[in-house]
Antibody
Framework: QVQLQESGPGLVKPSETLSLTCTVSGYSISSGYYWGWIRQPPGKGLEWIGSIYHSGSTYYNPSLKSRVTMSVDTSKNQFSLKLTSVTAADTAVYYC????????????????WGQGTVVTVSS | DIQMTQSPSSLSASVGDRVTITCRASQSISYYLNWYQQKPRKAPKLLIYAASSLQSGVPSRFSGSGSGTDFTLTISSLQPEDFATYYCQQSYSTPPYTFGQGTKLEIK
């Protein structure tokens, strides 16, 4: 079955860049679907960061757009997130997830999630 | 952005109870409304999509309804494993997709 696994540093210094990778197993990214990042600050709700297609087409949350870059590496079956100029407000559990479909009411529905990775922003 | 508001924010109930959680959108989102369940230290799990479609593998005691701005998630008979936090999410307008603030369902 399809599985997602986040990886990356658990501690990032303020003003630096947060970099995370999501490795997909059980499915080839280049076969389709949008792949997204969602985060959850401690004790708070969920915030969608952005999504990427295997072609590299992206769409981001406007509130983070100036600091976010997502990319895909089909050869490694991975997609990645970079968030620049981080502050303590970026401390969160970061999840990668798959959008259920490409069109209509399946777009933006996250049906498969990674287990999440904790990122703390602190000096 | 479309704002999603859930009520109540928390709820106490007993095993066997029928429970309803409400989600309201700040503007019409047709039927582009999804529900997730999250247990502590776990990733969210998709329960319902497109307002009323049950995700594969999800027990039939979960159901969703609504359209436009008002939606509900109903659990017909609470089971011990259903105590969790529930989130609604709109996928009508992008960017961005937005989530409700969550409803914590606790054991009475």
């Amino acid at each position: 079955q399809v599985q997602l696994q986040e990886s990356g540093p658990g501690l990032v210094k303020p003003s630096e860049t947060l970099s995370l990778t999501c490795t997909v197993s059980g499915y080839s990214i280049s076969s389709g679907y949008y792949w997204g990042w969602i985060r959850q600050p401690p004790g708070k709700g969920l915030e969608w960061i952005g999504s990427i297609y295997h072609s590299g087409s992206t769409y981001y949350n406007p509130s983070l757009k100036s600091r976010v870059t997502m990319s895909v590496d089909t050869s490694k079956n991975q997609f990645s997130l970079k968030l620049t100029s981080v502050t303590a407000a970026d401390t969160a559990v970061y999840y990668c997830a798959r959008e259920k479909g490409l069109i209509g009411d399946l777009r933006g529905v996250f049906d498969i999630w990674g287990q999440g990775t904790v990122v703390t922003v602190s000096s | 952005d479309i704002q999603m508001t859930q009520s109540p924010s928390s709820l106490s109930a007993s095993v066997g109870d029928r429970v309803t959680i409400t989600c309201r959108a700040s503007q019409s989102i047709s039927y582009y409304l999804n529900w997730y369940q999250q247990k502590p230290r776990k990733a969210p799990k998709l329960l319902i999509y497109a307002a009323s479609s049950l995700q594969s593998g999800v027990p039939s005691r979960f159901s969703g309804s609504g359209s436009g701005t008002d939606f509900t998630l109903t659990i017909s008979s609470l089971q011990p494993e259903d105590f969790a936090t529930y989130y609604c999410q709109q996928s009508y307008s992008t960017p961005p997709y937005t989530f409700g603030q969550g409803t914590k369902l606790e054991i009475k």
